[in-house]
């Protein structure tokens, strides 16, 4: 995946809830990824980061990758 490239669908199969990019915490560490209002995490866009701080900052910033 390239920066900027939305890889992830608009809207959730199930519930129909808007899917927005989010940091995602799980024990592996946080991503950028969508969760739905039906289940937990929907999409994981990018590699994992030690840090909210490091994720969120490369959300902001559009500077995230997926290998």
């Known amino acids: 995946m390239h920066p900027g490239e939305n890889t992830h669908p608009d809207r959730c199969e199930d519930c129909n809830c808007e899917l927005k990019l989010t940091v ?23 590699d994992y980061y030690r840090t909210q701080e490091k994720a969120q900052k490369a959300l902001e910033t559009g500077s995230y990758e997926r290998s």
């Not at 289940?39 to 994981?44: A, N, T, W």
């Open 24 to 46: 995602v915490r799980t024990p592996a560490g946080y991503f950028i990824g969508t969760v739905c209002d039906c289940g937990p995490c929907y999409s994981r866009e990018s």
